[in-house]
């Protein structure tokens, strides 16, 4: 499989040795760089995003979905965009200013600095730490607050309702989401997301870690879903009751800070779960039949990690389009009474199947 980092010491060598830059100047430049390539494959998931599930929820619903703008619609995500950059930006009377505009701000640091994380290909790790499952959940933390204070800036009483709705189902939902993550952690001995990945060279976590890694797979989607308030647990954008939730108050690129965060989330929920128990950019491996795996040594490993994130958000897609909205007791029911509690019950189970060597 081709390593990445190969790239990367042949550029940073370019700056240093062939041009002659000092150490501040050439990682000043790597960082730019960096994160101009962060940003840009931001907006282009999100593009992506947005035109699949309009597809995706037309193919559900027996409809055509966007069509006019280009051949199957496939312009209409631009036009939307360009409608979204031109229009007013105002701030709502007796809101709290600071509040109101710092909050889609939050939102957007969190899913960049969690989107920041993802391994797309062996040696093309962005952030790469001894803890990076910690700092993972740490920042994506960020956009509870940004929602939250939307809402409670917004001075409206729906927005209000629906930031406290938003923060206590996320906030909730996050127990079990670590649990889940600590699991895998549990039996990969790693924190390093590509420690995780490097372990399942000889097999994926769920293959791995038999019932306990399915389980945590299982219940990682399901708070993922919820904790990126997508339906069936999307009850802080509930419009039957209010109007549009935290962002109701805001307008064009307040509004779309907001918007790219959610498809954003969506991606990182489906890329994290294909990270941590699906070999994320890891081809699959079968034990003695070397021939095989070399082949699918030739596929590159972002193909990989694209194609399993993909495949996850499209199962997302589909629950989300098939099932309606819970109450907000149901949603907080589930969690605290049903997926919590088996999160830390599996957790014990795949500690003593570790302890025992029970895996393989």
Known sequence: MFDFSIVTTWFDSLLRDTLGLGNFLSILIECVIVGLLILVAYAMLAIVLIYMERKV??????????MRVGKWGIFQVFADVLKMLIKEIFLVDK?????????????????????????????????DFNVGVFLLTAISSIGVVGIFLAGWGSNNKYSVVSAMRGAVQMISYEMSLCLCLITAVALTGTMSLSGIVESQNDGWLIFKGHIPAIIAFLVFLIAGNAEANRGPFDLAEAESELTAGYHTEYSGMGFG???LAEYLNLF????????????????????????????MDYIPGIVWFLAKTFFLIWILLWIKWTYPRLRIDQILKLEWKYLMPLSLLNLVIMTIVVALGWHF
């Not at 929920?269 to 082949?295: E, K, R, Y």
Request: hydrophobic share 60%; net charge neutral; with cysteine.
């Open 57 to 66: 929820c037309a193919f559900f619903q027996c409809r055509l979905g966007p």
């Open 95 to 127: 809101a709290d200013k600071l509040l109101y505009i710092i909050a889609p701000f939050l939102v957007i640091i969190g899913s960049v600095g969690a989107f920041a994380f993802m391994p797309w290909n062996k040696g093309a790790e962005i952030l």
């Open 257 to 259: 800070f907001f918007y």
């Open 268 to 295: 990182i929920i489906a890329g994290v779960a294909a990270t941590v128990f699906l070999g994320g950019w890891m081809p699959l491996h079968i034990v003695g039949l070397d021939g095989f795996n070399t082949v």
